[in-house]
């Protein structure tokens, strides 16, 4: 029994956690044994040697970080599944406040950020059966920095990247962090639809009001976020007054 039990209440107890040092991707992992893995699988690893991010870039994942991912099965319709995301967002949050008194706030659609910093990253994959439009499982993957690696953060994302704590490593903070999240998540995630987590998400949106860019392939165009519908979905002023509205899928915005 690893230490993290101990830390686990209600509906995430009955969760089943594998910690391990390394391993090539914990969203991978899951995604290849999901068939024969039961809803409530988590795996967490101390280090990635594959990390993967959204739109397929991939995720520095050094030592010092937390990177876990859960499996879920739940009876979800397919378009409902950006409110997996969403609702990790805010769980993480809360966990992350739990744990350091850290103010966190969202990045839309799944990164969470302290102090204008990126601090965690969130990738949701799952598959749908085509025949009853339900998800046959969702994978939520979850890494943050919750320490600075010893020789700094890697150059690729040094002016973007920070920290829940500084650089001093200490793996209970990590383990609490860990048993936090599978706490909020198993609340949230019986609802992941829910109203009033959405309104949670836009009260800790850093994004609504400002400007951003919106990345889609090469291009690149400025914009005003105005909000962020029930949907989930992002509102965007351009600059000729048009307003669209963004799923997660189609783009990236970076402030
Ligand atoms: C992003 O920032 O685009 C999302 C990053 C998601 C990273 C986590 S770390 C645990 C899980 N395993 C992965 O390979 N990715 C997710």
Redesign the pocket.
């Known amino acids: 029994m690893n230490a993290i039990y101990e830390l686990l209440k209600n509906g995430a107890k009955n969760y089943s956690v594998t910690v391990v040092d390394e391993i090539n991707?914990?969203?991978?992992y899951l995604k290849d044994n999901a068939e024969n893995l039961k809803d409530g699988a988590v795996i967490i690893a101390k280090k990635?040697t594959?990390?993967?991010?959204?739109?397929g870039?991939s995720?520095i994942?050094e030592k010092g970080g937390l990177?876990?991912?859960l499996l879920i099965k739940p009876s979800l319709c397919a378009e409902k599944s950006l409110f997996i995301t969403t609702t990790t967002a805010v769980a993480v949050a809360r966990a992350i406040e739990a744990v350091s008194d850290k103010k966190t706030g969202i990045k839309w659609v799944?990164?969470l950020f302290i102090d204008g910093k990126k601090v965690c990253?969130?990738?949701v994959e799952s598959t749908t059966n085509p025949k009853t439009g339900l998800l046959d499982y969702a994978v939520i993957?979850?890494?943050v920095n919750v320490y600075e690696p010893e020789s700094g953060f890697d150059a690729e994302i040094k002016d973007i990247a920070g920290a829940v704590f500084g650089k001093n490593n200490d793996n209970g903070n990590i383990t609490r962090l860990a048993a936090e999240i599978l706490n909020q998540l198993s609340d949230l995630l019986a609802e992941p639809h829910s109203k009033e987590v959405l309104n949670e998400y836009r009260n800790r949106s850093v994004v609504i009001g400002k400007k951003v860019d919106i990345i889609k392939g090469s291009n690149t165009v400025s914009a005003t976020v105005i909000d962020i519908d029930d949907d989930a979905a992002i509102i965007l002023e351009l600059s000729n007054g048009e307003v669209i509205k963004k799923t997660s899928g189609e783009i990236s915005i970076r402030l």
């Open positions: 991707s914990t969203n991978s990635q594959a990390g993967r991010g959204r739109l870039r995720f994942s990177y876990m991912s799944n990164d990253g969130i990738l993957g979850i890494g």
